[in-house]
Nanobody, 118 residues
Framework: QVQLVESGGGLAQPGGSLRLSCAAS????????MGWYREVPGKQRELVAT???????FYADSVKGRFAISRDNAKNTVYLQMNSLKPEDTAVYYC????????????WGQGTQVTVSS
């Protein structure tokens, strides 16, 4: 059973930091680019960052210079280091393949809530 489990969210102050983790079941995820996505109620889910199996990265303009995506293939885990957080970063964050749901069509994990507020 393919499974993605996100963790590490919480409440942070503006300017603060959080580190998200995504544990993927099954080594199959090692061959795929992985991404972090975020969703705010009433808005479409958006791509935040991606990392290829070889470590090449891409960032949305809104997070460039503040967020860093990485992966540990030996642990089947993807990370998102979020620094200089802003209130507009508040969202539920999900990880998935990029493009999403390649392994299991339509599948998304439960996500992890990030709230940035003073």
């Amino acid at each position: 059973q393919v499974q993605l489990v996100e963790s590490g969210g919480g409440l942070a102050q503006p300017g603060g930091s959080l580190r998200l983790s995504c544990a993927a079941s099954g080594s199959i995820f090692r061959i795929y680019p992985m991404g972090w996505y975020r969703e705010v109620p009433g808005k479409q889910r958006e791509l935040v960052a991606t990392v290829t199996s070889g470590g090449s990265t891409f960032y949305a303009d809104s997070v460039k210079g503040r967020f860093a995506i990485s992966r540990d293939n030996a642990k089947n885990t993807v990370y998102l280091q979020m620094n200089s957080l802003k209130p507009e970063d508040t969202a539920v964050y999900y990880c998935n393949t990029h493009p999403p749901a390649i392994v299991t069509p339509g599948y998304w994990g439960q996500g992890t809530q990030v709230t940035v507020s003073s």
